[in-house]
């Protein structure tokens, strides 16, 4: 049981003026969560981690724990859960709530927008209770947290309110109280911040690598299953050990090179691997940073770390725009860098800056059965779907609209995707050749695109692309078309909005250089993988993992020279550049052991 | 090898069309006197009683090894240009199998794929030569419609697999079948023939026949183009207004805005000029089409509230179910900071709050108990 997060509080109620008791357990803390995952991406808008009911249709195993009252009495019971697509039909995401062996008659899950939901009183004659939450539909089902209090009070809602309120009922002080120490902080490990912390620790750092989910890759990890396009550039060696086959995007294959990638950088002893670890802030002074706190996924766990140097390859720039580092997010007027492609205008460019930007997908796929399989009823998707009919999802199932934010609205984002997937498969379904077809995976990971671009001193444009600039200080270079992304729905109403369509612009070789790797303002932090700095249809071509990766192992090696002569990473490029391209050039060959010289 | 084959395959071709006089003549009925019928396969609408002259270019097409072949214009009777269009002939081979294809295509002012006819006389056939039908016809149509299609970006030989054990080298070898992408854009077993049409549609001529047109480019013709329900024209058009054209075509544009597709929309609400925001009048038809218009536009007609009228600003309050989570938000924030939020507002607010269907209304709650405090 994790005592932590079952918070017993006895404050002073000053309206009442009296005692009472309160409990509030974290869903994600739970000691058994059956069925349900801990969904930990929307931390910054909704508040926590919380756990999800994904069943693909099929209710999953209820998830439970053991809850110990310091009193008994008669509590009252709320629930913070969601209605994720409300509407003129029944919820798709309903539970119930269980105490021992009887279900509150209630059903959860109904309201719209993050809120308490009551579930009823109840009394309790035993310290120790079990709870359950059991999942009545398997359409994702959200709950965060349960909170017991003998007063029929309820908690706030607002997300502002509500995060004061959980750090005043957790007693929490402001700053996590353990801290860990590094030469190289990295946060994100996508292929990006795997390839920093390898290139990094080779040379001797002591790496701590922060990653908000259990497996390593990002977006070509096994829960998301996008494959690795690219080139290796000087870092052959080095992206081996992190990168894919090419599967199609979202093939059980991925699992394979899953466990090649997690052994790999485990097998580093100066990497401390955080896994499941989310950062939740950046604390700089005098435009350094000096901390990242994290946070555990489940436990509540906090922890500070300290280092001289930050890499952020988070993907959404969550590092430098906690420590208040310049980005960028959405499309420059065609104007700011001249990359107009005229055939296709607006699309490619548009005359007037917008915050129009590529989307998220979420991968899918469906198999064959020998029996039928039934799938049920989804009103509550087919105002998304439409008529629309499929039974897998590739890269083309990107969705992003003007009024959503990738970072802020990234719930609504996945949840438009999960109705498209939804509605889609059932439409499918009603014709009798997939009779015998069952929903396989459906990721309730968001595959992002592009969100904040991080500013360097070099922001990296199409041009640079298009004419294979040879900056002094290329560091990561890559030969794959400019590809930009636009919704089809734009072109024609008639077309579905969470369809994408790819325009492919051929480049010759081109090179990215050291100055878009690290932060214009924040003297001590790189940043490698999309997030780094580009404009949006120069992300067009490096953003896929090879190059990211390539990105990552760049500025692992910057680090290690920065620490060699303590200087920033600017200073690498004005002082120490030569040496770092000698040390980047050797990166082909694997070092011969001292004892083998 | 195979490229030999090829090479005797065409010049036995042209051999027997030099015999044959060159490029049938049409019997569809576009003679000299002009075309008076719609195009079979066309992306315009055609008024009835249309009569379209061909006039010489300076342009033509250069068809593989058949030299060039001229583009014409198509000009009504008031003397302007509408269309251009090329009658062609153009080998197609595949695995050293060359035949003949003959094809009408036309071309709309600024180069893109405008419709096609085909010949009665020379019907177009597959691989194994059997003759196109109608809905085969339609595919290509759909095809030469699709100027991003998978075709552009490759060559010929990187769209066919081969099969994994050829059985057999040579003339009679089956070509390699087609990849998935590919098989489903274009017309099943006459992958080379739609190949070779995409390419003449939409390769280096489309530029050249915008460049003639932008060379003769004047007010008059930016009007007709403007008149037009095209897409390609709406977007060229409204690039090239001035401030005081905007003005003066301000109701066409406001139509367009209602019934144009999203991305000639947002350009719309993008480039109209400070002169329309700051009229009441000239600006209403715009916000008079809120409910119709996608998304990505509301949100940014919405980014003008602060130059609304108070009409405006009232009757959006009959529309909060149509916005999204973050379109009210706008809406409520301007509300909390503009003083148009009178009892008439209020009460839209009330009702929608508690209208259980409406899935923000919590939002607007949140707001009212912000309002009390
Ligand atoms: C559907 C789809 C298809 C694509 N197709 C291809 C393709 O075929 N080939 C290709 O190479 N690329 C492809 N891309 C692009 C590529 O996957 C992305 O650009 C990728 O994000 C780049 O890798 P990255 O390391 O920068 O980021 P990511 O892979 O996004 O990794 C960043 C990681 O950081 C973690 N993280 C974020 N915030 C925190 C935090 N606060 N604390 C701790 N951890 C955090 C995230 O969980 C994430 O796993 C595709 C993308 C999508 C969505």
């Not at chain 1, 999953?60 to 509590?75: L, M, N, Q, W």
């Not at chain 1, 609209?401 to 499918?428: P, T, W």
């Not at chain 1, 579905?496 to 790819?502: N, T």
């Not at chain 1, 030569?578 to 050797?586: G, K, N, P, R, T």
Request: charged content about 25%; some cysteine.
């Amino acid at each position: 049981m994790k005592v932590f997060f079952q918070i017993f509080v006895s404050i002073i109620c000053t309206l009442r003026l009296g005692w009472c008791q309160e409990l509030l357990i974290e869903a994600e803390s739970f000691d058994n969560p059956g069925g349900w995952v801990v969904d930990p991406q929307f931390v910054q808008q909704m508040g926590s981690p919380y756990l999800m009911a994904h069943g693909m249709g099929e209710p999953v195993a209820d998830a439970s724990t053991t809850v110990r009252f310091p009193e008994k009495g008669t509590y009252h019971i709320w629930v913070r859960t969601m209605n994720w697509a409300p509407g003129d039909w029944q919820a798709p995401g309903r539970f119930r709530l269980k105490i021992d062996d009887r279900s509150f008659e209630k059903q959860l899950g109904q309201r719209s927008g993050w809120g308490w939901e009551y579930v009823g009183a109840k009394e309790i004659q035993h310290n120790t209770v079990v709870l359950s939450l059991v999942d009545l539909t398997g359409f994702n089902g959200r709950c965060d947290a349960i909170y017991f209090s003998v007063q029929k009070e309820e908690p706030p809602a607002s997300p502002r309110k509500v995060a004061d309120w959980r750090m005043q009922l957790a007693q929490e002080p402001n700053a996590p109280e353990e801290l860990e120490a590094y030469d190289l902080v990295v946060t994100g490990g996508g292929i990006a911040g795997c390839a920093a912390s390898i290139a990094a620790a080779e040379q001797g750092l002591k790496v701590a690598l922060i990653h908000d989910r259990p497996v390593l890759g990002g977006n070509a990890s096994s829960e998301i299953r996008v494959h690795t396009l690219g080139i290796y550039g000087h870092f052959e060696r080095i992206l081996k050990k992190l990168d894919t086959e090419h599967y199609p995007n979202g093939s059980a294959e991925a699992k394979l090179d899953q466990k090649k990638r997690d052994d790999n950088v485990k097998s580093y002893e100066n990497i401390d691997l955080y896994l499941n670890w989310r950062a939740y802030d950046a604390v700089a002074e005098n435009d350094s940073i000096r901390y990242v706190d994290a946070r555990h996924t489940r436990t509540g766990k906090r922890k500070r770390f300290s280092a001289p140097y930050f890499v952020d390859s988070t993907g959404d720039g969550w590092i430098g725009f906690w420590a208040g580092a310049d980005f960028s997010y959405g499309r420059e007027s065609v104007n700011t860098y001249d990359e107009d492609w005229e055939e296709w205008g607006e699309l490619w460019s548009p005359e007037e800056a917008d915050n129009a930007v590529m989307g998220s997908s979420v991968l899918w796929g469906s198999k064959e059965t020998e029996t039928e399989q039934r799938f049920p009823e989804v009103p509550w998707a087919l105002p998304v779907a439409k008529t629309y009919e499929e039974v897998n999802g590739e890269w083309q199932w990107e969705f992003s609209r003007n009024d959503l934010n990738q970072i802020d609205d990234a719930e609504a984002i996945r949840d438009h995707m999960l109705r498209a997937i939804y509605g889609s498969f059932a439409n499918a379904k009603k014709d009798p050749k997939n009779a015998t077809r069952k929903l396989e995976w459906v990721s309730y990971l968001v595959g992002k695109r592009e969100s904040r671009r991080l500013v360097g001193d070099h922001v990296f444009t199409f041009n640079d692309a298009k004419k294979g600039t040879k900056f002094p200080d290329a560091v990561v270079q890559e030969t794959r078309e400019v590809d930009v992304h636009y919704q089809t729905v734009l072109e024609n109403e008639q077309n579905p909005d969470f369809i994408s369509e790819a325009l492919f612009y051929k480049t010759p070789r081109y090179y990215i250089p050291y100055r878009s790797l690290y932060s214009k303002n924040i003297k001590n932090l790189f940043m490698a993988g999309r997030n780094f700095s580009t404009s949006h249809v120069g992300l067009g071509g490096p953003r896929v993992m090879r190059t990211t990766g390539q990105m990552g192992a760049a500025v692992g090696l910057a680090a290690v020279l920065c620490k060699k002569y303590d200087v920033n990473p600017r200073d690498i490029y004005t002082g120490y550049l030569e040496e770092y391209l000698d040390l980047i050039e050797s990166q082909k060959y694997l070092k011969i052991p001292e004892s083998k010289k | 090898m195979r490229w030999s084959l090829t090479a005797i395959a065409l010049f036995v071709l042209q051999l027997g069309m030099a015999q044959l006089g060159g490029t049938p003549s049409f019997s569809n009925g576009w003679s000299k006197s002009g075309q008076v019928q719609q195009p079979e396969f066309f992306i315009f609408p055609w008024e009835p009683g249309t009569r379209l002259q061909e006039k010489k270019t300076s342009l033509s097409i250069e068809i593989d090894s058949m030299g060039m072949q001229p583009i014409k214009a198509l000009v009504n009777e008031g003397g302007r240009t509408t269309l251009y269009v090329s009658d062609i002939s153009t080998p197609v081979c595949a695995d050293g199998d060359c035949r003949l294809m003959d094809i009408r295509l036309y071309w709309t002012l600024l180069g893109g794929y405008a419709g096609f006819d085909r010949y009665r006389s020379a019907p177009l056939t597959k691989h194994d030569h059997d003759e196109f039908v109608y809905a085969d016809y339609l595919k290509l149509h759909q095809l030469l419609l699709d100027d991003n299609s998978i075709l552009k970006r490759r060559k010929i030989d990187e769209l066919v697999k081969k099969p994994a054990q050829p059985e057999e080298e040579g003339v009679d070898a089956i070509a390699g079948a087609t990849i998935k992408e590919v098989k489903e854009s274009v017309v099943s077993g006459a992958l080379y023939s739609c190949y070779t049409a995409w390419h003449l549609v939409n390769g280096g001529i489309k530029d050249k026949i915008k460049d003639l047109t932008i060379s003769t480019l004047n007010n008059e013709l930016l009007e007709q183009m403007l008149m037009t329900d095209n897409s390609d024209y709406q977007m060229f058009v409204l690039k090239r207004l001035s401030d005081r054209q905007y003005e003066q075509y301000y109701v066409r544009i406001a139509e367009i805005f209602g019934g144009g597709i999203p991305l000639v929309r947002t350009l719309i609400v993008k480039n109209l000029p400070e002169t329309i925001w700051n009229s009441e009048r000239l600006q209403e038809p715009f916000w008079g089409h809120f409910e119709r218009i996608d998304i990505n536009t509301r949100s940014l007609l919405l980014g003008h509230l602060s130059e609304a009228p108070a009409s405006v600003v009232h009757g959006l309050s009959n529309k909060l179910g149509q916005m999204t989570k973050n379109q009210l938000k706008i809406y409520l924030e301007y509300l909390s900071e503009s003083q148009f939020l009178d009892t008439s507002i209020l009460d839209n607010l009330k009702n929608f709050s508690s209208d259980q269907r409406e899935a923000n209304a919590y939002l607007v709650s949140y707001f009212l108990e912000d309002l009390r405090l």
